[in-house]
């Protein structure tokens, strides 16, 4: 199961905003009515209201609702990992990855209506999504001491949009397996917090050989 989104929902409310993150994600935020969304879930679109007081609600708590998931996962996760660092960002990725692929839909929406959110929401949404990306930053540079603080940052940002492309991929049908594609992207992961690593590596090693009396 995903840490983000139950993959059963167990109320009306998940229940809606399921359907919400689908729909919203496949015809824009403005492209879709309450009275759809109500049909997709069964009741009419006034019922909705006894949920969300509307579409701007229901956007709200998909983005924010996600932020604070991932992040709580990820705690969970570094203080669940055990004592090796290794096996601590193997389970952030996995978390992350499960994420990636069972929530597509909500990687769609944060790319195009977080602009929609109130400020205040917006700015929780990014101050969720810091922690996270510090969370990370820590992890990573317990496995991989070499390189600096804002390229281990920058390698997570990165690894973040490799594995958030998941909605850009294709057809779910045109993709290797749930699994077969878990494994691939948790490898490229690993390969890119590894060259960076490797970079910070090689370059101690020039800069040591340029120090050699005679160099």
Same mark, same amino acid.
């Given at each position: 199961m995903s840490n983000a989104q139950s993959a059963t929902p167990t109320s009306r409310r998940e229940q809606i905003l399921k359907e919400a993150a689908r729909l919203f994600a496949e015809r824009g935020f403005h492209g879709?009515?309450?009275?759809?969304?109500g049909a997709a879930v069964g009741i009419s679109g006034p019922g909705l209201y006894r949920?969300? !007081?509307?579409?701007?609600a229901m956007l709200a708590e998909l983005l924010v609702g996600i932020s604070?998931?991932?992040?709580?996962?990820?705690?969970?996760?570094?203080? &669940?990992?055990?004592? *090796?660092? &290794?096996?601590?960002?193997? !389970?952030?990725?996995?978390?992350?990855?499960?994420? !990636?692929?069972?929530?597509?839909?909500?990687?769609?929406?944060?790319?195009? &209506?977080?602009?929609?959110?109130? &400020?205040?929401?917006?700015?929780r949404v990014r101050q969720l999504q810091r922690q996270y990306v510090e969370l990370w930053v820590e992890v990573v540079r317990r496995v991989h001491p070499g @390189? *600096?603080?804002?390229?281990?940052?920058?390698?997570?940002?990165?690894?973040?949009?490799?594995?958030?492309s998941t909605?850009?991929?294709?057809? @779910?049908?045109?993709?290797?397996?749930?699994?077969?594609?878990a494994e691939l992207l948790h490898r490229l992961a690993l390969?890119?917090?590894g060259a960076v690593a490797g970079e910070? !590596?090689?370059?101690?090693s020039v800069a040591a050989s340029a120090s050699m009396p005679g160099a």
């Open positions: 879709v009515g309450v009275d759809e969304i949920h969300f !007081a509307g579409k701007d604070e998931r991932l992040l709580a996962g990820g705690r969970m996760r570094v203080t &669940e990992g055990g004592g *090796s660092p &290794e096996a601590v960002l193997d !389970a952030l990725i996995d978390g992350h990855i499960d994420f !990636a692929l069972d929530d597509r839909p909500l990687i769609t929406l944060h790319d195009r &209506e977080l602009d929609r959110l109130r &400020e205040a929401d917006r700015k @390189p *600096s603080e804002s390229r281990a940052r920058a390698a997570v940002h990165a690894v973040f949009g490799l594995l958030n909605p850009h991929l294709g057809r @779910p049908g045109a993709l290797p397996g749930r699994t077969e594609m390969g890119a917090f910070a !590596a090689a370059g101690e």
